[in-house]
């Protein structure tokens, strides 16, 4: 069974820069042709694609985020990393990693919990 966990500070400062983990567990980031994913929902808002790092550590970002986004891994501890920079209060919401099979080409199936993240002086 493949577990995530997201993990980082529930409040940050506009301008500043929000940084997220996702700990992996159950299977490895490193398996072929899956994907890794960071999604966020704001407040009144759908589910946004943010980005994502796929088995050979390249990296895809949304094109109205990718100036500001940077996501990475750490293979030793099964874990990836979401940067965003320079962020407003329209950057608030609840932030998920989540995997897939393939890129864009079908469901994620397995999800974390979700993590709050509030931009706010």
């Known amino acids: 069974q493949v577990q995530l966990q997201e993990s980082g500070p529930g409040l940050v400062k506009p301008s500043q820069t929000l940084s997220l983990t996702c700990t992996v567990s159950?299977?490895?980031?490193?398996?072929?042709?899956?994907?890794w994913n960071w999604i966020r929902q704001s407040p009144g808002k759908g589910l946004e694609w943010v980005g994502a790092i796929g088995y050979t550590g390249k990296t895809y970002y949304a094109p109205s985020l990718e100036s500001r986004t940077s996501i990475s891994r750490d293979t030793a501890k099964n874990q990836f990393t979401l940067q965003l920079t320079s962020v407003t209060p329209e950057d608030t919401g609840v932030y998920y990693c989540?995997?897939?099979?393939?890129?864009?080409?079908?469901?994620?199936?397995?999800w974390g919990q979700g993590t709050q993240v509030t931009v706010s002086s």
């Open positions: 989540a995997r897939e099979y393939g890129l864009g080409v079908s469901e994620y199936d397995y």
């Open positions: 159950g299977g490895s980031i490193l398996t072929n042709d899956y994907y």
